[in-house]
């Protein structure tokens, strides 16, 4: 089965940095996306890897290994405004997307 | 990036009865796509809306129960049929494959409790 693996819930500290990981295991690979989705709101789209590497905009930056079915969301100079969950998504062989249940990231003073 | 929007933002509704859910884009795209999120959980797919021709089901979801409208490029609507409380969810639309990474853009969702 298709499968993507990302942690809760996680705390980090206003000013700090934070790493959200996310594994997957899909039928193929077209791309790994990350979306943003603060509470009572709809997702919005963050970043976007299909090659291996490290892709910086702004504070936060997404990396991608494809070998290890592995990507992570860095985020620096941590905002109360960053609290909200980050959903993980891959697009497989057929493009459908496949979503991560989310990681709700709690922002503390 | 598309716009777009959704109504009703918000319904309270009573088990057995219906709801019709729409989404309006700015522009017109090829794929919408209608999504539940039931809270604290992840997207689900319920369904692709193509234009010109029947919705796509995701398993778990039949026509029945969700039927879908498509009548042109910029509109669709989602009806959640015969509701019960385990109906009560977010629903989401989105439109996908326009823009430079083929992300999806999302409405602001209809957040529907079910009594």
């Known amino acids: 089965g298709q499968n993507i693996d990302q942690p809760t819930e996680m705390t980090a500290t206003e000013g700090a940095i934070v790493q959200i990981n996310c594994t997957y295991q899909t039928s193929g690979f077209n791309g790994l996306f990350w979306y943003q989705q603060h509470a009572g709101e709809a997702p919005t789209f963050l970043s976007y890897?299909?090659l291996d590497g490290l892709e910086e905009k702004g504070r936060f930056s997404s990396f991608l290994s494809r070998s290890k079915g592995y990507s992570y969301l860095l985020l620096k100079e941590l905002q109360m405004k960053d609290s909200a969950s980050y959903l993980c998504?891959?697009?497989?062989?057929?493009?459908?997307?496949?979503w991560g249940a989310g990681t709700k990231l709690i922002i503390k003073p | 990036s598309a716009v777009i929007s959704q109504k009703p933002s918000r319904d309270i509704c009573q088990r057995g009865t219906s709801l019709t859910i729409q989404c309006q884009v700015d522009?017109?795209?090829?794929?919408m796509f209608w999504y539940r999120q039931q809270p604290g959980q992840s997207l689900t797919l319920i369904a692709t809306?193509?234009?010109?021709?029947?919705?796509?089901?995701e398993s778990g979801f039949v026509i029945d129960k969700f039927p879908i409208s498509r009548p042109n490029l910029t509109f669709s609507t989602l009806t959640v049929s015969n509701m019960s409380p385990e109906d009560s969810s977010i629903y989401l639309c989105s439109v996908g494959g326009q823009a430079d990474y083929n992300e999806q853009f999302f409405g602001p969702g209809t957040r529907l409790t079910v009594l």
């Open positions: 998504a891959v697009t497989d062989s057929n493009y459908q997307l496949i």
């Open positions: 809306a193509n234009q010109g021709s029947e919705a796509t089901y």
């Open positions: 890897n299909v």
């Open positions: 522009s017109q795209v090829t794929m």
